[in-house]
């Protein structure tokens, strides 16, 4: 939380009102300095305050990203890109004002090689626009983190999901891209060859650096061939540990699930009111198998020898498709059956991650506090990767709430580093894991900040975020 | 080729006179200057002449590491890091001189998480010893670039190999470094959990780098579990292009084939004669497929059908490992077959990666460009990536065949390019791909070197690799 973090940052008055009159006369129409514009492209899926910028610009080729850099960099203003608005940590805020730059106008598919099953995208494109457009090729782009983000805003906050299990993460999954650099040209990061060893890995650095070091301008993705099956199964366990093992010792075999996910016994308790489903209260996994008839049935099979070794009470299955989407209603209701425990309160989505082997034990302990600070807070893992989110409900207004969420969330953050995890295994850190990535990454801060300094001398890509220059 | 960047390099006399004193008294018996240790550290796998170090320091430890930087930062003097001397590109020359750090004696596995699947490793582990080490656990390290190579060096040059189309390159098998920056202080770049999204991705910029930006003291790497079942398959094709067409529809059908390898008809030839076989001499596919007795015949099944679509002449499998060591000699032997073909000539092995649609193509202009050149020069590809070798040999004495071969390389990295490759898929640029590098991420290369200026602002770091500063 460390609302310490979002504290506003000094405001270059005299650029912003140069760069205000510059975009105005270069973009017309296309630059809106409106408040309602400026509202809309902060942050609106968080319990951090919003911080406006000055204005936004409706960017439609590489040619206005370029124009717009060198506009700003001229008279050193922040800009902040913008895909959807959906990252949950305050990456949107512009502390210290400047120019947001939206991409929903750079969302075209510029080519798909269907052969080397890769595609280049704009930024702007969706994920859920993507794969509409890859329908009639047999292909997909696999990573799916809930929200219809922009493949931009995907790439740029290192993003994941359900099936980051079996296809990666977007450090995974991006060839190259196009990126803006802080003079206003436009650099390509690596070639379209599948794998390579040319120089340092510029696309892996821009992946995750939350517009801090350069603006991308277009995206080169992996994609996989659409399963010719579909299998899904549902699987109640006495209790967390059962669980867990059963994860642990699915990844352990290979089984190649493309997605395996916990729900706690508050989520379900929560699944079952809002879908009107009568689960058992207990930890669950979901899971879902991707191959063809033989090979998904065959791994079904093999997920269901580990469950019974474990205990479980209850494993259902099923390569139906209809019977597979109301299989998995929970888990895709998930999130608003987690809100609908408590309507009026505000949700707080937050992310950790632990080597497997510590999700039960983190889980568990986690559980152990929620219960004890009296919170309300269910959990949905990405267990494959030992990765879980904790839906905080509380009231942002009350400052004991807010403080009680806070004091919790640092202890969250805490106790998964002391077990060799992360702070965040896929949101970013935005301005609200700043202090949790300085306990994390104390020793590596330098680096990162020397990076920065190198590619952003004037701080004025996304400035306030990741951590303190 | 480009002989041009293999130069000397400016050499700081009176500091590295003075760092050869300091590291006497401090290491004693540990640092080594005679000309035999020396000649030992520098190249002696590839045509470049060989650049020596003053001398060689073999560490025992971070702290040795951490002595040793400071020493040498403090004299401005450059080191070279050395693993076993297995690259390919003249990494591990010193152009200017300086220390070369041998890190043999750091060779302890730190600690093995079979649950996780993952271990840490000091950096100079081979990985034939690591996977000795780990064998009892039912657990492996994928990554097989030919060589017996160590850890560390396979980290420092992005080393992938024979599996990398299942298992990845060590880009995708690195979790966490630690690292000796310019300062003498050690970072650690990550957590050990399997995905983060906390902060830049110093882990896969220091993978690559060439030991140009500090210098690795330990890695923390995925692990796998040994497969039940292996299978090997060998296919013949009647050309190039339906073995290539073959290895397309492979990938893209999703089979998940642990090897897929190419063997052109000189290669063949060659090996018939090395291994005293009677394979057809024709563009060949060498298979190997991993997972339990049943997925194993299922990848096989559906790849038999997919070569008979193909065209292929006869397709031979087999589960039982005596016999697939037989299927799989002439690859194994692939390379001493190669150089067989002119035991007095030098052997010079280079790699481009294009993507697989363009393999075909890619191989069969290098085949004529071959003929046409009259080099001798067997090809080797590690197809499912769209990455192949090219083992020119040729009399490096002969200032016509270094000409001749050096303008076959640039005629094949020029093609490569223009078909959206890369001039490195595996073995990195060290000194040897630094033109080629230039041609392939011009627009990216202020980049790199602004990152190289800011992590070692003294180019102590393995100076006069990967680019010019």
């Known amino acids: 939380m460390a609302m310490k973090d979002v504290q506003p940052g000094t405001r270059n008055e005299e650029g912003i009102a140069a760069v205000l009159g510059i975009l105005k006369q270069t973009f017309g129409e296309r630059f809106q300095t409106g408040q309602s514009f400026r509202e809309q492209h902060t942050h609106t899926t968080t319990y951090l305050p919003a911080q406006l910028p000055d204005g936004v610009v409706f960017v439609e080729s590489a040619d206005d990203v370029k124009t717009v850099v060198k506009t ?103 060839l190259s891209l196009t990126v803006v650099t802080a003079d206003g040209e436009e650099i390509r990061t690596a070639q ?71 729900l706690d016994e508050m989520q379900m308790k929560a699944c079952n009111a809002y879908s009107k489903l009568s689960y058992a209260e207990k930890p669950t996994l979901f899971l879902e198998f991707h191959g063809t008839e033989e090979t998904v049935a065959l791994q079904s099979e093999q997920f269901s020898e580990i469950a019974a070794e474990c205990g479980a009470d209850e494993y259902r299955y099923t390569a139906n498709a209809e019977e597979r989407a109301q299989l998995w209603k929970a888990r895709h209701n998930a999130y608003w059956a987690g809100r609908a ?22 889980v568990a302990e986690t559980q152990a506090d929620i219960r004890e600070t009296g919170l309300l807070a269910p959990i949905v893992g990405h267990a494959g990767d030992g990765n879980f989110h904790v839906l905080m409900l509380f009231d942002d207004k009350k400052p004991e709430d807010l403080a009680r969420a806070e004091a919790f969330m640092a202890r969250l953050n805490g106790r998964a580093l002391a077990m060799g995890g992360t702070c965040t295994g896929e949101h970013g850190v935005g301005q609200g894991k700043m202090s949790y990535l300085e306990q994390e990454l104390h020793s590596a801060l330098p680096v990162m900040r020397a990076i920065k300094k190198s590619l952003d001398p004037d701080n004025i890509f996304n400035p306030g975020k990741i951590f303190r220059l």
Chains 1, 2 share one sequence.
């Not at 805003?153 to 450090?171: E, L």
């Not at 390579?196 to 603006?215: F, H, K, P």
């Not at 399963?227 to 199964?233: D, Q």
């Not at 109640?236 to 395996?260: E, H, S």
């Open 72 to 174: 700003c960099a001229a008279h050193k203003v922040p800009m902040i890109p913008f895909g959807t608005g959906s990252s949950l940590e305050g990456h949107l805020n512009a502390p210290s004002g400047g120019i947001s730059i939206d991409f929903s106008r750079m969302n075209r598919v510029i080519e798909v090689n269907a052969e080397d099953l890769d595609c280049t995208v704009e930024p702007g494109v969706t994920r859920g626009e993507l794969n509409t457009y890859l329908r009639d090729t047999g292909l997909f782009f696999p990573i799916d983190p809930g929200a219809n983000a922009s493949i931009g805003g995907m790439a740029a906050t290192r993003a994941s999901g359900t099936n980051a299990v079996r296809y990666g993460t977007m450090k995974d999954n991006v």
């Open 192 to 262: 379209r060859a599948k794998k390579s060893s040319a120089g340092y890995d510029l696309t892996r650095l821009y992946v995750g650096s939350e517009g801090t070091l350069g603006i991308i301008t277009s995206v080169t993705l992996k994609l996989q061939g659409i399963p010719a099956k579909i299998g899904g199964g549902v699987c109640a366990f006495p209790n967390l540990k059962a669980a867990c093992d059963a994860v642990i010792m699915t990844i352990q075999m290979g089984i190649p699930v493309a997605r395996i996910e916990l």
């Open 341 to 362: 425990l408590a309507p009026e309160l505000n949700g707080l989505s937050t992310d950790v991650c632990v080597p497997i082997s510590r999700l039960a034990d983190c």
